[in-house]
């Protein structure tokens, strides 16, 4: 499975962005998918995760960011609206990918992008 982020860019506060991820590969053993985000200093976190239909949110873009995915055509988006400068960071996409095997029947692997860097202005 491969992920590849598109969409980010230098937006300022109050705008929208929408990133895009395209999969590739292998995709029928995704089970979720989601958005992470790395600020300057700060560890890798959740932002939107989605799976089975159901979404959650980090707490701090709830009402503001929206996970979508379109599993014909492999492609996941995250719909950020109200940006702020504190929603600046890298951010990756992210798939849970379980490749079972009689032995390890809940093998699985996790696949990332190579992260979009989305800058919010003040």
């Known amino acids: 499975v491969q992920l590849v982020e598109s969409g980010g860019g230098s937006v300022q506060a109050g705008r929208s962005l929408t990133l895009s991820c395209a999969v590739s590969?292998?995709?029928?053993?995704?089970?979720?998918m989601g958005w992470y985000r790395q600020a300057p200093g700060s560890q890798r976190g959740l932002v939107a995760g989605i799976s089975g239909g159901a979404s959650n949110y980090e707490d701090s873009v709830k009402g503001r960011f929206t996970i979508s995915r379109d599993h014909a055509k492999n492609l996941l988006w995250l719909h950020m609206s109200r940006l702020k400068p504190e929603d600046t960071a890298v951010y990756y996409c992210y798939a849970h990918v379980t490749i079972p095997t009689a032995e390890h029947p809940n093998n699985f692997f996790e696949a990332w992008g190579q992260g979009t860097l989305v800058t919010v202005t003040s």
């Open positions: 590969g292998s995709t029928s053993g995704i089970n979720a």
